[in-house]
Structures are given as structure tokens and as C-alpha cells.
């Protein structure tokens, strides 16, 4: 076995314009604990597993890129049942886009968290994640 190899990705880090009410939104619709909590930063865990940092930002910067003017997210969540991911977060009058069934590739929706931050939720039966 190799010394030194990177294993995978710890967590993510995103912006926001306030880390309480941020925290408590993800907290609220995906279950994240919160951990490691300083001024003007904390963490979010699943279980015991880190899955992203927010960060109070003072200016618009957004977790977000465009490509042909069409924004992109930087963050995919992976999930093991989509379809009632998707039912609760419309639910929860949270802004989700429409699922995308892509066949071999898995199942794909796009929601906005309460700064405009995007992510992709994906759903995929045979691949090697632990979630």
C-alpha cells in the first residue's frame, strides 16, 4: 500500500450569508449535525462524517459557475431514493428542478439552497459510495 495518496474528499466548503440559519436549513431538510462551530464558520457532518463547511461571506460570491449562461453547481449529494428526496423537498417549498432520469448514469435533480447556492442530488444503484 501507497504512503501519501489522497483517499477521497473531506468536505466541501460554500458560502453563505448567514451560518445559523444556513445550518438550520440544511439541518432541517437533509438531517446535517453541526460540528466545529467558530465565528463565522462550522461544519456539517453526517453522522460522523464531514460533508460541508459554510462560511459567512461578506459580498455575492455563490457556490455556482456558468457555462453558455447556464449556472452549475459544484456540489452533487447522492441519495439511495430520489423520488421521496424530491416529494419532501417540493414539500418543503424548496427550490428543486425536475428529476432527470439518464438510464446507466442514474437519476439527477438540481435544488437552490436559501443563498442560491446550487447543488445536484444523485441517485445511482451501481456505484461504490458510503454514505
Known sequence: MENGRILGIAYNVIPVTNIESSAKWFNKHFGFNIRNQREGYLSLFRENRPIIDLIQSDNDTRAVFEINHKKRWVITFFTDDIESLHTYLKSEDVKVGNISDEGRFG?????????????????????????
Not at 446550487?118 to 451501481?126: A, G, S, T
Open 107 to 131: 437519476k439527477f435533480f438540481v435544488l437552490e439552497d436559501p443563498d442560491g447556492n446550487l447543488f445536484d442530488v444523485w441517485e445511482h444503484h451501481d456505484c461504490e459510495l458510503i454514505y
